[in-house]
């Protein structure tokens, strides 16, 4: 491994000595070996110098997808991850929706392996029943000894109460995480965007955010009956909010994200019948996303996703009906965040995911292993094409405005700037 030596940094990392301090970091065989404010410089060292340039430990995201097995199409592992840590992610979890669906452990070791020497390390999330039909739990043991770091159905919402309390039963031998998509699918009906003024002036139909919370409710009593972890991705309404509030206070271990185009956009956008906009769940009215933000500062919400979701162009370019939900977001994370919230919160919700999928989170000192992603909160630009890395270019942020820039990351002994 080069050395690495990077200049006239300033620390973003609270639980750091050097925590907002202009300072230079030595890196060797991907451990911090120094860090001073003056570092000289050899011919053996790599420098990294770049326009205000700031450091935190590195990023996590807890719900990305990359298509591969089975729609490399739209996303191949190693692409994918080669994105993730061009937008300044050193880890990511990747969902379970592949072609075969990631259910037993032989899927898991597939995608570990294809995801080997790469900067940004993949941690890989099994299904949580059988093909993500929500019918007969999964291999869970299996995958967790093979390497998954927690259990769930991608946009599939349990319906069947009684698996959603078995499967909380059975991962508390073995100290697992179920992540659970809180979704009432009879009451969702053939909605596509937010009940609500928007949804009846457009003539769209509307998903009561009932839909939503209801399930949560459930979810919620399911899990003060059985004990355990659960972890609620993509929460997107006021009453998840208070919901989730009341839940923690009464000590269950319950975590939550929200998706970052539920921060920055709302349902106003949907006018002009732009398929790239359908997410699930849905893009709300401005005072929930007001909401949302206000739950990220008080720490009701834990942490932030891109969520991210390759599409090809023939499940996605069609009418707003018929396409399919999914954002690309990887790219736009960071830009996208700084322009709603402060840059020391969008750090700490960027990294403290690690923490809830039981991912070793390190800070940045001496002698500690280098994990670290490099950017500046300042620049401000529009989000366009030509910012898009992924292989599928469904992202509802083109045309955004943006603040701040990743340079990278340097990651298992890698730096990639």
Request: charged share 25%; glycine share 6%.
């Given at each position: ?114 995801a080997k020497n790469q900067a940004t390390t993949l941690f890989p999330i099994g299904a949580l029943t059988k093909n993500s ?61 937010n009940e609500g003024i928007a949804s009846t002036r457009l003539g769209l139909k509307g998903i009561p955010a009932l839909a ?160 670290l992603s490099l950017f500046t909160p300042n620049e401000e630009g529009t989000f366009t094409k030509e910012n898009i890395l ?28």
């Amino acid at each position: 491994m080069t050395p690495v030596l990077i200049k006239k940094a300033t620390i973003i990392d609270k639980k750091s000595a050097f925590h907002n301090q202009i300072v230079d970091i030595k890196i060797e065989n991907g451990i911090i070996t120094e860090i001073a404010k003056e570092i000289a410089s050899n011919d053996d060292f790599e420098v990294v110098e770049k326009e205000n340039l700031h450091v935190s430990q590195g990023w996590f995201d807890s719900s990305v997808s990359f298509g591969e097995p089975g729609y490399e199409d739209r996303e191949t592992i190693e692409n994918g991850l080669k994105v993730a840590a061009k937008s300044g992610f050193t880890a990511v979890a990747l969902q379970p929706n592949s072609f075969p669906i990631i259910d037993n452990q032989s899927h898991i070791k597939f995608v570990l392996d294809k995801a080997k020497n790469q900067a940004t390390t993949l941690f890989p999330i099994g299904a949580l029943t059988k093909n993500s039909e929500g019918q007969d739990l999964a291999e869970l043991f299996d995958m967790k000894n093979a390497g998954a770091i927690a259990f769930g159905d991608y946009k599939r919402a349990i319906q069947d109460a009684n698996i959603q309390k078995i499967a909380l039963q059975y991962v508390q031998d073995f100290d697992g995480l179920i992540i659970t998509y809180c979704q009432d699918n009879s009451l969702k009906g053939k909605g596509i965007v937010n009940e609500g003024i928007a949804s009846t002036r457009l003539g769209l139909k509307g998903i009561p955010a009932l839909a939503e919370e209801l399930h949560i409710a459930r979810n919620l009593f399911l899990l003060e009956y059985t004990g355990g972890k659960l972890h609620i991705p993509t929460i997107s309404t006021q009453k998840s909010i208070a919901l989730i509030k009341e839940a923690k206070a009464k000590g269950l271990q319950v975590t939550c994200s929200v998706a970052i185009h539920n921060l920055v956009l709302n349902e106003e956008i949907l006018s002009g019948f732009d398929s790239r906009y359908k997410v699930a769940p849905p893009l709300r009215d401005e005072a929930t996303r007001k909401l949302l933000i206000e739950a990220v500062l008080d720490n009701t919400i834990d942490c932030i996703t891109s969520d991210h979701n390759p599409l090809d162009i023939e499940h996605k370019k069609l009418e707003f009906d018929m396409a399919k939900d999914g954002t690309i977001g990887l790219e736009s994370a960071f830009g996208a965040l700084l322009t709603v919230l402060p840059l020391e919160i969008v750090i700490e919700k960027l990294t403290n995911a690690k923490t809830i999928f039981g991912i070793a989170q390190n800070t940045i000192a001496e002698n500690a292993i280098a994990a670290l992603s490099l950017f500046t909160p300042n620049e401000e630009g529009t989000f366009t094409k030509e910012n898009i890395l992924s292989k599928s270019k469904n992202s509802a942020f083109l045309g955004q405005q943006t603040k701040g820039k990743v340079y990278g990351i340097y990651n298992n002994g890698k730096l990639l700037v």
